[in-house]
């Protein structure tokens, strides 16, 4: 069963602050992209990229993939992307030639999760799961609140924490049931799991990694160059 890697890369990174795209902005030197894109290569099971580009960007991704050392037997594919990230995913999912039938969905936004996650998502998938994500237990305790601007917040609920996962990518599915998510659920989502569980669907954790972590805020950049420098010694 072939494997394609769906990375949506569109987004501007309103939280990281003024500049590039954030999945064009570097990390000790190379685009934030590009660690996504050859964290994906780098498992056996990954025959195809597609890349969701910032809108006007797909040019200058493709030639950010020429000029980069990546892994021959791997192909890639570029598409624009569109106003949020669920649109972004289904351009991507329209891009998917016929003959793969798993579908990785990772975030750009998280260059540096290790490939060993990555194949355990693949493997459950290829076990009969039909979406897969990779999470980790949380280290805060979680309350839920009463939204409310310039004034303390109000308490609702505490979840027991040690029944809580935060949710990583790759997040790894049946590729026909996440299409077919895609074209049925209209609500906005934060990820593609959730799609499924809204039809119904079954979604089973696997263990995720802490260097799969989201590069959203400034800080998040500091730790991301220093896992990479740590890499290096
Ligand atoms: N994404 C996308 N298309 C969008 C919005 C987001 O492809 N219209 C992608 C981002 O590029 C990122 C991933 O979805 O790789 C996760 O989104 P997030 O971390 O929220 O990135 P941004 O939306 O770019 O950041 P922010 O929300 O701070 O603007
Ligand atoms: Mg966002």
Redesign the pocket.
Known sequence: VRTAAVIPAA?????LGPGAPKALRALNGTPMLIHAVRAMAASRAVSLVVVVAPPDGAPEVRSLLDAHALPERTEFVVVPGGE??QESVKLGLDALPDGYDIVLVHDAARPLVPVDTVDSVVEAVREGAVAVVPALPLADTVKEVEPAEGAPEPVVATPVRARLRAVQTPQGFDRKALVHAHETVTEDVTDDASMIEQLGGTVVVVPGHEEAFKVTRPLDLVLAEAVLARRRA
């Open positions: 987004g501007r990174g309103v939280r949020t990230r």
